[in-house]
């Protein structure tokens, strides 16, 4: 063999021998990160996003472990992994919310991880039909709309009182799941329901001295949000979130809120579209016609999350930052 091909042999091994560890350090780290707790007995719980891991964790406590799959990415775009895919093989429980909102990405995350025995809970369907509100936002500008289908408006978390409906039926699922600890399953749901109920409260005592209740809300999000609250959202600025609205939109909206005989002065926007600018040039437009003290407040809907910053009280204080927000812009 030639001194060429000896140091080529060489070098490639040498080459293995330093990325080896580094291959197998990632695989741990995958792992890790969908692995279930080998100590730890109870029904194996995933949830599709944030607020639901929130109703879940809470009523689960040590009885049970929660995963939730969606982050940074919310329900209306998310596309699974296989390593998201991987988290439902072992798990018992998939907690989804439904109405029309993440049952495509779930039935395609159950059929990946080939578990049949995996319960796909469609968390939605405990709510009432009387209690729904009908959407007529846009998420899917690609995709065609049936003019004649109603579409659900699926923001049901962000009132209190639906939220409560939805820990209710997580806590009936995990009392048939695991029926030995029911008794803790109604404990812990109790005590949340308690905390849902004086989030209801506190936000209407916040806002209950409020004369200016009307609101342009960023898309059309806030119908629950509204009801719970005493609100009125007139219009959307934006009927497909991500895309600007167009030049008829925004002048809707600026003739509808600078009417001199009930003008308004609330415009919502969202944490996730911070590049929007649309917000900001409605508000510049109604302070040229005019409007007092035209003002942008963030309103988050909770669809995503910073993995870090998902703790079992995370629902309750970002929805008390919400209200805490709207009740300083409101006069």
Known sequence: ????????????????????????????????????????????????????????????????????????????HFQPTDAEIKLLTQADIFFILGLELDEASATKMKKGSGNENLKLIELGKAIPAEKLCEGKCNHHPDEDID???KHIDHHVWLSPDHAIILVNAIRDELKTADPAHAAGYDDRAAKYVAKLTALKADGLAMLKDK???????????????EKAYDLKVVDVLTKTPGQEPDAKQMKKLIDRCSKPDDPVRLIAVEPQYSTSNSGESLRKELLNRGVKDPVLVELDPLET???????????????????DALAKAMK
């Open 305 to 323: 999350v910073k993995p870090d910053e998902l703790t079992a009280d995370w629902y309750e204080r970002k929805m008390r930052q919400n209200l």
């Open 147 to 149: 003019p004649d289908h």
């Open 211 to 225: 004369k200016d209740r009307k609101l342009i809300s960023f898309h059309d999000s806030l119908a629950y949000f």
């Open 1 to 76: 063999m030639s001194g060429g091909r000896i140091w080529l042999k060489v070098a490639c091994v040498a080459t293995v021998a330093a990325i080896l560890p580094l291959f197998i350090l990632g695989c741990k780290k995958d792992n890790a990160a969908t692995q279930w707790p080998a100590d730890k007995t109870g029904p194996k719980v995933v949830v599709s996003f944030a607020p639901l891991y929130c109703f879940a964790v809470n009523v689960a406590g040590d009885d049970a472990t929660v995963k939730n799959v969606m982050t940074t990415t919310g329900p209306h």
